[in-house]
């Protein structure tokens, strides 16, 4: 097994590091003094991040994550033509600092909205909604879960498609939302259920809901333990009666898991690339606080408990990145249902490493890991999160232990 990297993989990956170093990181203080200024009226375009979007496009760190096309020589819609496992080399760069995605249009939910545009949309779907999602005019949403149902089962979700002549009627209320607090949030793509007697997984269907469509509102936006997460933010959205034409269904009706699937395997490649990339960062807190202070006549990183937690926090690092790269390079080579297993496994084991480097982090901070002074609880705050989002552990173990347990049945 050669562990070397391509000449493309060094290329990206240095180039997405270097650009991060030079302008991205600088530009955090002046990130903090914009957001500042907004007030109570958080909910608006951040300038600093637009002017190092162009800065990214003009370098041509545009759309990473888009993967490579069999018509790429003539296709309009496409990006660096990375497969995942290139990508997720640059998503772990673009971790270390929880916005700077977004400097290369490569921030969830539009990545993943882009994708399903990319694999499934029409001609028109991609004109109107892929063409400025790929140019970072618009910005959009996912509204897949609901608070009234356990959505870790999707076949729970109750959102009613209706279909009406030649427009659909959609009635539901979804929330963590993510994305619909951004004034340049334009389009949704919502799952409802069209078909409640269909067979179990034919009974939903996704449709794109422009966000000025009436009847669609955002009720609140709901904070992550406390942090708002302005302008990007999560929200409960109310939809109803909103009247679409049947030309917004995504794929076909009834083919709403099909889409999700497609849609959610290289997004949770992504989010765990990113969890490491801040696992790294508070490793190097960690790090750098041990060795500054003094505590019982010796500095702290000379304590064994700290060389103990230090040391246990690279080996998690590695051991986890080496098992994302492993189904990131299984996704290209045999497809996302041939590595169910290790996308499974990585989606459990990426949060759960990255959260225990950020508390041992804060822990090493003292009182300071848990203000804002650090960063340190709103890292922790967004990667607890990822214990949830694209299923949670408990969905991923339980597949993980179906595939486990069916080597070893005895066939009847």
């Given at each position: 097994m050669d562990f070397t990297l391509t000449e493309t993989e060094r290329h990206y990956q240095s180039r997405v590091r270097a650009f991060i170093q030079q302008h991205v990181e600088p530009a955090v203080p002046h990130y903090y003094e914009e957001m500042?200024?907004?007030?109570?009226?958080?909910?608006?375009?951040?300038?600093?991040?637009?002017r190092l979007k162009e800065k990214a496009r003009a370098e041509g760190l545009w759309n990473l994550f888009l993967p490579p096309s069999p018509h790429h020589d003539t296709e309009e819609y496409h990006g660096a033509g990375l497969t995942n496992l290139q990508y997720a080399l640059?998503?772990?760069?673009?971790?270390?600092?929880?916005?700077?995605?977004?400097?290369?249009?490569?921030?969830?939910?539009?990545?993943?909205?882009?994708?399903?545009?990319?694999?499934?949309?029409?001609?028109?779907?991609?004109?109107?909604?892929?063409?400025?999602?790929?140019?970072?005019?618009?910005?959009?949403?996912?509204?897949?879960?609901e608070p009234e149902v356990a959505s870790s089962d999707?076949?729970?979700?109750?959102?009613?498609?209706?279909?009406?002549?030649?427009?659909?009627?959609i009635n539901g209320r979804k929330w963590w939302s993510s994305g619909v607090g951004d004034p340049r949030c334009k389009i949704a793509i919502v799952m409802g259920k069209t078909n409640p007697d269909a067979p179990r997984h034919s009974q939903q269907t996704q449709i794109l809901v422009p966000m000025d469509t009436p009847g669609v509102t955002v009720k609140r936006m709901l904070p992550v333990f406390g942090y708002d997460d302005a302008p990007h933010g999560h929200g409960e959205v109310i939809l109803d009666n909103v009247r679409v034409p049947t030309s917004n269904v995504i794929l076909g009706e009834g083919r709403g898991f099909e889409v999700a699937q497609g849609r959610l395997g290289p997004g949770r490649i992504h989010h765990c690339m990113r969890t490491l990339g801040a696992a790294e960062v508070a490793l190097e807190k960690m790090a750098r606080r041990l060795l500054s202070r003094v505590a019982f006549g010796r500095p702290i990183a000379e304590q064994s408990i700290w060389q103990q937690r230090i040391a246990e926090a690279r080996i998690d690092i590695e051991m986890t990145r080496l098992l994302c790269l492993k189904a990131a390079d299984m996704m290209d080579k045999v497809g996302n249902k041939?590595?169910?297993?290790?996308?499974?496994?990585?989606?459990?084991?990426?949060?759960?490493?990255?959260?225990?480097?950020?508390?041992?982090?804060?822990?090493?901070?003292?009182?300071?890991?848990?203000?804002?002074?650090?960063?340190?609880?709103k890292m922790y705050a967004n990667i607890r999160t990822m214990r949830l989002v694209d299923g949670p552990d408990e969905v991923h173990n339980r597949a993980i232990a179906r595939l486990e347990l069916g080597r070893y049945k005895v066939a009847h």
């Open positions: 500042a200024g907004f007030g109570t009226d958080r909910w608006q375009i951040i300038p600093v991040i637009e640059c998503a772990e760069e673009m971790g270390r600092i929880a916005w700077s995605s977004e400097v290369f249009n490569c921030s969830a939910p539009d990545t993943g909205n882009m994708e399903v545009f990319h694999r499934y949309g029409t001609e028109d779907q991609k004109t109107q909604w892929l063409k400025p999602l790929m140019a970072g005019e618009i910005r959009s949403a996912f509204l897949m879960t999707a076949t729970n979700i109750q959102t009613e498609i209706r279909r009406d002549g030649d427009d659909y009627v041939e590595a169910q297993l290790e996308i499974a496994m990585i989606k459990v084991a990426g949060p759960r490493v990255a959260l225990k480097v950020i508390d041992d982090a804060i822990q090493a901070h003292g009182g300071g890991g848990v203000s804002d002074d650090f960063g340190l609880a």
